[in-house]
Structures are given as C-alpha cells and as structure tokens.
T-cell receptor, first 114, second 114 residues
Framework: AQSVAQPEDQVNVAEGNPLTVKCTYS??????LFWYVQYPNRGLQFLLK??????LVKGSYGFEAEFNKSQTSFHLKKPSALVSDSALYFC????????????FGTGTRLKVLA | ETGVTQTPRHLVMGMTNKKSLKCEQH?????MYWYKQSAKKPLELMFV???????ENNSVPSRFSPECPNSSHLFLHLHTLQPEDSALYLC?????????????FGPGTRLTVL
C-alpha cells in the first residue's frame, strides 16, 4: 500500500536558522513527490515537486527539497527560516502504479520563533 | 488564491438542511477535485472530475452529491449531514488527472453541522 509519513507533528526553529521538515514515503512504481503549505484559514499552496532528474528541487519562497531514493525520503528544507514561514506543511506522493490520488501525510506544523 | 475560489467560506447548517458548496477555477484546467480535511487526519479525496465526467467516487456517503456542469465549476450538494461531517472542504483543480500534474487548491469552506 502507498503511504506517506511525516514523523513530526511540530517543528520549532529560531528565525534565521535552517529548517527541515521530514517526509518519508512508500510506493510501488516511480514516486512523484509534492510539498504543500497551508496557512490558517487558507487552502493548500503548492511549494515544489519532484518528478525526475536532479534530486534537489527548488521551489517557492526559498524552499527546497531533496529526493533520496535509497532512504525513500523527501525532506523539505530552507537555509534561513522566517517567522512568516510558520504554517502547516504537507507532503504528498503519487506513483505510476496509483490512480488519481495524492496520498497526503498528516502534516507538520512549523513554528518559527522570533 | 484567485486561481481557485470557493463559496461560501463558512457554513453552519442543521442536520436536516440542504446546502451547496461552490468551486470555480480560473486556470483553464480540465480536472477538478473535492477533498475533506478533518483535524489530525490526512486529506481525504472525495470526488474527481475529468472533462466534466466523474472518474472517481471514493466511497463517499450519498448525502454528498457532486455536480460538474462545466470544466470551470464544481459543486458539492449537501443534505441530511451528520455532525461528523463537520470539516474543511477543499476544492482543487489540475491541468489533467496525469500523475505528474500539480493540483491547485482553493481556500476551502469551513462546514459546521449542528
């Protein structure tokens, strides 16, 4: 069965420090991986995706993610966190053996402290 | 968020009411989706429409009835709901249902069933 795990419910980081939000996945077939961010009372906003090619993917707002096939991970990173990055982050996976579904993780709440 | 809009943003209804949620996408996409987002749970895909044809119904109770009159509009008709149906309902669209296509989400309708 396909699945996505976000092992941390919440991540706290000081403003200006690097941040990492973790995601691991399990699929059959080739994985296609996505990160979304959700601000309070808003829908999900697309940040970046990995389809193929370079394992380091750059996205919106200075975020990037690294695809690691051997560790089946797709961690979201940013070199220097901003207070405005505080939000709920979702990892999602689709695969060539799947249907229309994104399989979403349960989300990680990021708090950036001033 | 002007790409995908949803109305109303908030809705409170009794268990015997009938109401409808509306979604409109301004992105020229051919696929539209309804999701349910409940606290502490992954997003649940409810329905998928491709070129106005329903292609997936994810075991959703019949008290939820979708309608897609054209590729830009999607409705979710609600009747005799239960309190456990209270959630954030998100609409999304994508260019197609292709596995690499990014889905773009609306801001959601916060539904409370009394």
């Amino acid at each position: 069965a396909q699945s996505v795990a976000q092992p941390e419910d919440q991540v706290n980081v000081a403003e200006g420090n690097p941040l990492t939000v973790k995601c691991t996945y399990s699929v059959s077939g080739n994985p296609y991986l996505f990160w979304y961010v959700q601000y309070p009372n808003r829908g999900l906003q697309f940040l970046l995706k990995y389809i193929t090619g370079d394992n380091l993917v750059k996205g919106s707002y200075g975020f990037e993610a690294e695809f690691n096939k051997s560790q089946t991970s797709f961690h979201l990173k940013k070199p220097s966190a901003l207070v405005s990055d505080s939000a709920l982050y979702f990892c999602a996976v689709r695969s060539t053996s799947g249907t229309y579904k994104y399989i979403f993780g349960t989300g990680t709440r990021l708090k950036v402290l001033a | 968020e002007t790409g995908v809009t949803q109305t109303p943003r908030h809705l409170v209804m009794g268990m015997t009411n009938k109401k409808s949620l509306k979604c409109e996408q301004h992105l020229g996409h051919n696929a539209m989706y309804w999701y349910k987002q409940s606290a502490k749970k992954p997003l649940e895909l409810m329905f998928v429409y491709s070129l106005e044809e329903r292609v997936e119904n994810n075991s959703v109770p019949s008290r939820f009835s979708p309608e897609c009159p054209n590729s830009s509009h999607l409705f979710l008709h609600l009747h005799t709901l239960q309190p456990e149906d209270s959630a954030l309902y998100l609409c999304a669209s994508s260019q197609s249902t292709g596995v690499t296509d990014t889905q773009y989400f609306g801001p959601g309708t916060r539904l409370t069933v009394l």
